[in-house]
């Protein structure tokens, strides 16, 4: 596997659990059609494909800020798909 330089973005990441999540990049229409009427964001994260969504056309830096982000919304709600599955007392 590649080691990433400092602002590249991984394609997948693996997390305990057993989660696999990707990272995809999208066009600005594609981010306001996800993200729905009237919303503007440069990122989001959709925990029902377990994707980060992140537009292009935002600097590197940005895109790296933008996907910490995201996935800390992720690790929470795959720390609660553990809880929900029992883990959290196993
Ligand atoms: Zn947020």
């Known amino acids: 596997m590649a080691r990433l330089t400092r602002y590249d973005l991984p394609e997948f990441i693996t997390f305990p659990g057993g989660f696999v999540i990707a990272i995809k990049r999208v066009t600005p229409a594609e981010m306001k059609t ?13 925990v029902d494909d377990l994707t980060i969504y992140i537009v292009r056309g ?10 910490l982000h995201e996935l800390v919304h992720c690790c ?3 720390a609660h798909a553990l809880v929900n599955k029992g883990y959290g007392r196993a």
Not at 58 to 67: D, G, L, Q
Request: proline share 0%; glycine share 12%.
């Open 34 to 46: 996800l993200a729905g009427e009237g919303q503007v964001c440069d990122g989001l994260w959709m």
């Open 58 to 67: 935002i600097s590197k830096k940005r895109a790296a800020y933008v996907a």
């Open 76 to 78: 929470h709600d795959l």
